[in-house]
């Protein structure tokens, strides 16, 4: 976005910080749908939902040798979330 087009709340919307944190909201949403399935331990989601954590710096760190952002964001989360990062973006 061009800074001075932007107001604050929408740079908010449009950050990677923002766009990271909706990816994981989903996967927690899809694993916590998986437990139901009996696919994805009970105990699994709630050690993603405390640990994970996004690292814009870190994701990025990790693009420039992947190539590819979700690979990425999927490897920053596991570094984290240690074992039980193996659910996420699953099936």
């Not at 916590?32 to 699994?44: D, I, N």
């Not at 040798?65 to 973006?89: N, P, Q, W, Y």
Request: glycine share 4%; proline share 2%.
């Amino acid at each position: 976005m061009i800074p001075r087009y932007s107001r604050e709340k929408m740079t908010a919307i449009w950050s990677q910080e923002n766009k990271y944190q909706k990816w994981l909201d989903v996967e927690v949403a899809a694993c916590e749908a998986m437990v139901k399935l009996g696919k994805v331990p009970a105990e699994a989601v709630e050690t993603i939902k405390a640990k994970a954590v996004i690292n814009v710096a870190r994701i990025d760190e990790i693009e420039t040798v992947t190539k590819h952002d979700v690979i990425a964001f999927v490897t920053s989360l596991t570094e984290k979330i240690g074992e039980d990062g193996r659910f996420i973006h699953m099936g």
